[in-house]
């Protein structure tokens, strides 16, 4: 299973990532597009700047995943090898996974009352994220996910 590591030393805060994951979970393959649509999609890392220092909010994949706790629809699940699916057609909207999330790493998509997180991109070769990181902040490695 892959995970994302993440070397706030090497990043420059240029929102490449965000940017990247927005337009890989958007209909769009095209960045002109993506920026002429609304509601914009919604990215599932942030960087942010927090107490003046680097900061990624992306899902960390916990070994005990309190969103699994609160979903009451049973629309997140964590499997057995450490990855935290997430079923969109499940998902009622109730929110009650973000605010378990003590990571404040599951974002609103109000638009199509869903939460959204990361999903490592498993359906492509490396994360959109890892590939639009220019300083390599972002690397994509092999290995349980618990492992981040």
């Known amino acids: 299973m892959r995970k994302v ?6 990043c420059n805060t240029c929102h490449s990532c ?8 958007s209909p769009y393959d095209d960045i002109n597009e993506l920026m002429a649509i609304e509601p914009k999609p919604i990215p599932r890392i942030v960087i942010n700047l927090k107490k003046d220092k680097v900061n990624m909010q992306k899902c960390l994949f916990c070994k005990k995943p309190k969103c699994v706790e609160a979903c009451e629809e049973k629309a997140i699940e964590k499997r057995e090898d450490g990855f ?19 990571f404040k790493a599951i974002y609103k998509n109000e638009d199509a009352n869903v939460a959204v997180r990361c999903d490592l991109c498993l359906d492509a070769d490396k994360p959109s994220c890892v590939g639009a990181c220019i300083t390599h902040a972002l690397v994509a490695v092999e290995g349980s996910v618990e492992d981040a």
Request: hydrophobic letters at 35%; one cysteine or more; glycine letters at 4%.
């Open 5 to 10: 590591k993440f070397d706030k030393k090497l």
């Open 18 to 25: 965000e940017i990247a994951c927005a337009l890989k979970h």
């Open 84 to 102: 935290v699916e997430f079923f969109e057609d499940k998902c009622t909207g109730c929110w009650k996974c973000i605010e378990a999330c003590p």
